[in-house]
């Protein structure tokens, strides 16, 4: 039986994907239905919650809370409107389990950078900086220069590059069919889903330590 890890706030399943491809079963939290998920299996309740009540059957957690408090995006956009902090509740309750966990978010949140990763590091057509705060030690990548520009309009100009602009409606972003290839998402179509995602490559490049250490503990 594959060792199995419970993924919060999961969406449609960015970090999901990355964490199967790495082989891990997995169950996923989140608080709106989420018909295009791609794990194993989904769960609608309020991710902390389940993790009270359910946490001690996994093997590993990952939990990505909402990033509106934090994300250097849409700070301004979002100005004047109240946003949950949630990476202190859920930090500290992840405090409680033995196992691996993850906790993942935007730049400009209050992680403890113990990993950065970068779509240039795995090839991909984003940018996408994301930290990842993570409770057994993991290697690092080499964050390797970008190639240039994020592709889009700014301020009455557009700028051609090798990155597609994977957030909002405005500024010449790419098409559903390019922010798919550019993350690494094919399961589904919707827009703001996959805004809301990390490209499973990252996940897989975490969860392939996450197994290891897994495994070492159940050997």
Request: aromatic share 10%.
């Amino acid at each position: 039986m594959k060792p199995q890890l419970l993924d919060l706030f999961c969406g449609v399943g960015g970090a999901t994907k990355g964490y199967q491809d790495a082989g891990f079963y997995v169950v996923g939290v989140d608080v709106e239905t989420q018909p295009d998920y791609c794990g194993d299996q989904f769960v609608q309740a309020d991710a902390l919650e389940y993790l009270v009540g359910h946490g001690l059957r996994f093997d590993a957690i990952h939990a990505s809370p909402p990033c509106q408090a934090s994300c250097n995006l849409t700070k301004g956009t979002n100005a004047g409107r109240e946003y949950r902090q949630m990476i202190p509740d859920t930090r500290a309750l992840l405090s409680y389990y033995r196992v691996p966990t993850v906790i993942e978010n935007v730049q400009g949140s209050d992680l403890r950078r113990d990993l950065t990763l970068c779509g240039e590091m795995f090839g991909l057509g984003v940018i996408r900086h994301r930290y990842f705060e993570v409770s057994v030690p993991v290697s690092r990548p080499v964050h390797k220069p970008h190639r240039g520009r994020v592709a889009g309009w700014r301020h009455g100009e557009y700028f051609d590059g090798p990155y597609v602009a994977v957030y909002g409606d405005g500024g010449g972003k790419g098409s559903v069919a390019q922010w798919q290839q550019a993350m690494g998402i094919d399961w589904t179509t919707n827009r703001k889903s996959i805004a809301e995602a990390i490209p499973p490559r990252y996940a897989e490049y975490v969860g392939h330590q996450l197994m290891a250490h897994v495994l070492r503990e159940a050997g």
